[in-house]
């Protein structure tokens, strides 16, 4: 049916009169989706990551915590925060010419003290920055006792390689996602946002061994490497949306060879393919670290090798250092002073009993005050780190 002529006019007319509303509609859709592309950055090209690590001096120190803590919380409680010997050993470490350390955070510390554990960082980053050293930051761990607690930390078991260690989230938060929003997103968000611009920052690492199942250690969750993929999608999203300066990472460490695309895990692909620098860890011996490292190099990005030195395993300073600094890698050994952790015994002392200190230490470098166990090892992290 035909339509009279004032009709088709009318309808003209409310057509063109929507049209700036429709303008507007679309205006709005486009700047929301513009904003919602600033808030959560992605990750940092290859030219950014290149030029990043190249401003920087090779990264060269241990994975630390005070030898009067057991666990990240006995670090970082008001009660068991211990900076004076926190700068003994990290005077230490200056004068060894290490330039970095890789130190453990725990998000129930946060909860438990929100204001007073941002002031206890503040407060461990002076100490270190006067030791000119640069902190890599370690947010989430999933390795060993999966049932965190609050409050006075168990003693360490006789002679038991890191024996009161603990996962960060512990099973718990782990194994309900409805939690993360609140017990995990405001903690990321925080700590990153408070330090997000701080150059004592060096680098923060999201999760370490996200997929850890412990072995006999400890009492897992049937499905965790699932829940902690799932968690640690969500740490991605999170983390850049605090938008750190630094870079973030989390690093690999099942394999030696990560040159075969087909042969990673869903875990593997996830933080190889969203970290701005690579971190990895590897305890073998140097054929197997020269494997790794030239797998790694497919990806085009700086590495930093978060994890390595267990001398029975024949993965030692004077094995391991002197590649990391030729393929200009950056190298944290595991354990600095022995101490609560008993990192000098052997991973397998849960299991086999070690009565007295092992003749070959397996990790850590200086004994409780101060004199190294093997004065040639420290003369050659001084020559390496260009320290006179």
Not at 29 to 41: V, W
Not at 211 to 230: R, V, Y
Not at 247 to 271: A, C, F, I
Request: hydrophobic share 40%; proline share 8%.
């Amino acid at each position: 049916m035909l339509l009279p002529s004032a009709n088709l006019r009318h309808l003209r007319v409310s057509a063109l009169s929507f049209l700036p509303a429709k303008l507007a509609t679309i205006t709005v859709l486009l700047l929301a989706t513009s904003i919602a592309l600033q808030a959560a950055p992605q990750q940092w090209s290859t030219e950014r990551a290149a030029n990043w690590y190249a401003n920087q001096p090779w990264p060269v120190g241990s994975n630390f915590i005070p030898s009067t803590a057991i666990n990240e919380l006995e670090m970082w409680q008001a009660d068991t925060f211990d900076l004076p010997t926190i700068d003994r050993e990290l005077g230490w470490a200056e004068g060894l010419g290490m330039n970095s350390m890789r130190v453990f955070l725990h998000n129930l510390a946060w909860k438990q003290d929100k204001a007073g554990f941002l002031n206890r960082m503040e407060k461990f980053l002076e100490v270190a920055d006067k030791h000119h050293i640069r902190i890599m930051l370690v947010l989430l761990d999933s390795v060993w006792d999966p049932d965190p607690q609050i409050g006075k930390q168990r003693a360490p078991k006789p002679h038991v390689h890191n024996s009161g260690w603990l996962q960060a989230p512990g099973a718990a938060i782990l194994k309900d996602p409805s939690s993360w929003p609140t017990e995990i997103e405001p903690y990321l968000k925080e700590v990153i946002g408070h330090f997000r611009d701080d150059r004592r920052v060096l680098i923060w690492d999201l999760m370490n061994e996200p997929d850890n199942d412990n072995g006999k250690k400890a009492s897992e969750l049937p499905n965790k490497a699932e829940a902690a993929h799932q968690l640690l999608e969500k740490v991605w999203v999170w983390a850049r949306e605090a938008k750190p300066t630094q870079p973030l990472t989390s690093g690999v460490w099942r394999k030696q060879d990560y040159s075969e695309g087909n042969k990673l895990s869903s875990m593997e692909h996830l933080q190889l393919e969203n970290s701005d620098v690579i971190t990895f860890h590897n305890y073998d011996p140097p054929d197997k670290m020269q494997i790794t490292i030239h797998s790694l190099r497919r990806f085009n990005r700086p590495l930093i090798c978060s994890e390595y030195m267990a001398r029975p395993r024949g993965s030692t300073f004077a094995a391991i250092l002197p590649i990391l600094k030729q393929e200009k890698v950056g190298a944290y050994n595991w354990g600095f002073v022995s101490g609560k952790t008993q990192t000098i015994y052997p991973w397998d002392s849960w299991e086999k009993q070690y009565p007295d200190e092992p003749p070959l230490w397996f990790h850590d470098i200086f004994r409780p005050d101060g004199q190294p166990y093997d004065p040639k090892e420290t003369d050659l992290i001084r020559k390496l780190a260009g320290k006179s």
